[in-house]
């Protein structure tokens, strides 16, 4: 089924910027949705942002305004657009590729979902 390898995370200074990139390796029909999700130490995983193959998009309250997501369905790669970054984004960001409403991957995955290794993104100065 391939995997989901993220990459360009780093270290960034609050109010930066950075992109995130994650490539499908797999054949995946442009059905599936796909997102991030993010976990900061002592924290859950939550939801941050997802897209269908429909352009439709869902981003998380704490993100809402300062992170774009977009998709390649050519290149079977989701991006994350990240910023005015915040100590809060610290985090590592997950990949994730999903079937159902993209809000519905955001916010419930499923144990049939798919996820990446993870990269790390730290916000510091």
């Known amino acids: 089924q391939g995997q989901l390898v993220e990459s360009g995370g780093g270290l960034v200074q609050p109010g930066g910027s950075l992109t995130i990139s994650c490539v499908d390796s797999g054949f995946t029909p442009d059905s599936y949705v796909m997102g991030w999700y993010r976990q900061a130490p002592g924290k859950e995983r939550e939801g941050v942002s997802c897209?269908?193959?429909?352009?439709?998009?869902y981003y998380s309250d704490s993100v809402k305004g300062r992170f774009t997501i977009s998709r390649d369905n050519v290149k079977n790669t989701v991006y994350l657009q990240m910023h005015s970054l915040k100590s809060d984004d610290t985090a590592v960001y997950y990949c994730?590729?999903?079937?159902?409403?993209?809000?519905?991957?955001?916010?419930?995955?499923?144990?049939?979902?798919?996820w990446g290794q993870g990269t790390q993104v730290t916000v510091s100065s």
């Open positions: 897209i269908g193959s429909d352009g439709s998009t």
């Open positions: 994730i590729r999903g079937a159902g409403l993209v809000e519905s991957v955001c916010n419930r995955p499923s144990p049939y979902d798919r």
